[in-house]
């Protein structure tokens, strides 16, 4: 089944040692979204690909990067992450020129910064 | 800007229950309304969506009618199993194109007792 995928699902990381989380299609979407989710809060966008040109969020920290080698995968880096970057991290897909309104989410990544 | 209220949570019901999760809406131009499920320790599920007036989206015995007139889109379902326990958003999009997102809801709980 086409599909998004996350990897790790579950990551634990000290503070300040960078980490990267990973997230892979099959639905051969255009766009990628990364999203960060607190607990009890409604995900909040960090910045998306459309194909290979990057769009940042205004307020997103720079502590936090992306990587789109290819258009299957797409990488979130945090250089230093501290302790409020524990989150819930999910990735979405979505295809801008059919089904332009429809955003198909991964299981997300529970990151945990001790 | 555009935003989402949904209605405070979080909500409790016993099995077989008719449930009701409002939701109302503020957008510039037609958005299109989703309705979108977490369940425990997981990613956003796509629930159902609406993409203009009057349209009514449907899934897994979930409803939500798209009211133009009162910016509504409330999600109701006849009889909730206990399997429904989990997080639902309701959300908007605008303006499909490159640079678009989703405008997410706060999110409410629903715990389904047997």
């Known amino acids: 089944d086409a599909m998004v995928i996350q990897n790790p699902r579950y990551q634990v990381t000290q503070f300040g040692k960078p980490v990267t989380l990973s997230c892979s299609q099959t639905?051969?979407?255009?766009?990628m979204y990364w999203y960060q989710q607190k607990s009890s809060q409604a995900p909040k966008l960090l910045f998306h690909?459309?194909?290979?040109?990057?769009?940042n969020e205004a307020d997103t920290p720079d502590n936090f990067q992306s990587r789109r080698p290819n258009t299957s995968f797409c990488f979130l880096d945090i250089r230093s992450p501290g302790l409020g970057d524990a989150a819930m991290y999910l990735c979405?897909?979505?295809?801008?020129?059919?089904?332009?309104?429809?955003?198909?989410f991964g299981p997300g990544t529970r990151l945990t910064v001790l | 800007g555009d935003s989402v209220t949904q209605m405070e949570g979080p909500v409790t019901l016993s099995e077989e229950a008719f449930l009701t999760i409002n939701c109302t809406y503020t957008a510039t131009g037609y958005p299109s309304l989703f309705w979108y499920v977490q369940y425990p320790g997981e990613g956003l599920q796509l629930l159902l969506k609406?993409?203009?007036?009057?349209d009514k989206g449907s899934n897994k015995g979930f409803e939500a009618t798209y009211r133009k007139e009162t910016t509504s889109f409330h999600l109701e379902k006849g009889s909730v199993q206990v399997s429904d326990s989990a997080v639902y958003f309701c959300a908007l999009y605008t303006s499909p194109g490159a640079n678009s997102k989703l405008t997410f809801g706060k999110g409410i709980t629903l715990s389904v007792r047997p």
């Open positions: 690909y459309y194909d290979k040109d990057f769009n």
């Open positions: 979405a897909t979505s295809r801008i020129d059919r089904d332009t309104d429809t955003q198909y």
């Open positions: 609406a993409t203009k007036a009057d």
């Open positions: 639905l051969n979407h255009n766009v």
